[in-house]
């Protein structure tokens, strides 16, 4: 068990770019969430998979933000025509089912400039 | 609506001075409350899941324990590398996500 894994750890852009991050979950695990974190506060949900399948978006997930789970595998998360309002931590956590505990990855750090 | 709070936004503690903090939920049909602790700039490592009232567990120097509107994590004769931001999550029946509170930021003083 390797653990949930993200990349980049970093990423600093420029605002009106577009960036990807990726998530390699648990392999056993089907379920896969993405979740925003700012300065003192809590990680705030924006949608999950189950296995290939988006279950759910958060009405914080405007439609700039678009997400992938090709294969019931890893995931991408894209962030079109990125705003200063986007710096944030980007978590990705992986369960091996509804109900259970979920394990985070170490998020990546996006930088709006 | 799900609510998570957590009180105290932060503590600071000596070392070995134990102290409890608190996790307030409003969710319809708890399914779990999990608490996470979370180093800065990393993301939040899972340690307990509690699932209905009177359940209680322990880790180490940490005890979490439920009723059916609180949560606490205890922590006896805190050290040092204790000292972290612990996170509180509770999930509802149906399609509803996780819902976090906001952290207690815990300082250890040696």
């Known amino acids: 068990d390797t653990g949930v894994s993200q990349d980049p750890r970093h990423k600093i852009t420029k605002r009106g770019q577009n960036v990807t991050f990726r998530c390699d979950p648990i392999s056993e695990h089907n379920r896969l969430y993405w979740y925003r974190q700012t300065l003192g506060q809590g990680p705030e949900f924006l949608t999950y998979?189950?296995?290939?399948?988006?279950?759910?978006k958060s009405r914080l997930l405007s439609d700039r933000f678009s997400a992938e789970r090709p294969k019931g595998s890893f995931s991408t998360l894209e962030i079109q025509r990125t705003e200063q309002g986007d710096s944030a931590m980007y978590l990705c956590?992986?369960?091996?089912?509804?109900?259970?505990?979920?394990?985070f990855g170490p998020g990546t750090r996006l930088t709006v400039t | 609506e799900d609510q998570v709070t957590q009180s105290p936004e932060a503590l600071r503690l000596q070392e070995g001075e134990s102290s409890s903090l608190n996790c307030s939920y409003t969710v319809s049909g708890l399914r779990g409350l999990f608490w996470y602790r979370q180093d800065p700039g990393k993301g939040p490592e899972f340690l307990f899941t509690l699932y209905s009232a009177g359940e209680e567990k322990e880790k180490e120097r940490l005890k979490a324990t439920l009723t059916k509107k609180e949560s606490f994590l205890h922590i006896t004769a805190p050290k040092p590398e204790d000292s972290a931001t612990y996170l509180c999550a509770a999930r509802g029946s149906g399609n509803t996500p996780l819902v976090f509170g906001k952290g207690t930021r815990l300082s250890v003083i040696a």
């Open positions: 998979f189950q296995n290939e399948a988006q279950l759910e």
């Open positions: 956590a992986s369960s091996p089912g509804d109900f259970y505990e979920q394990y």
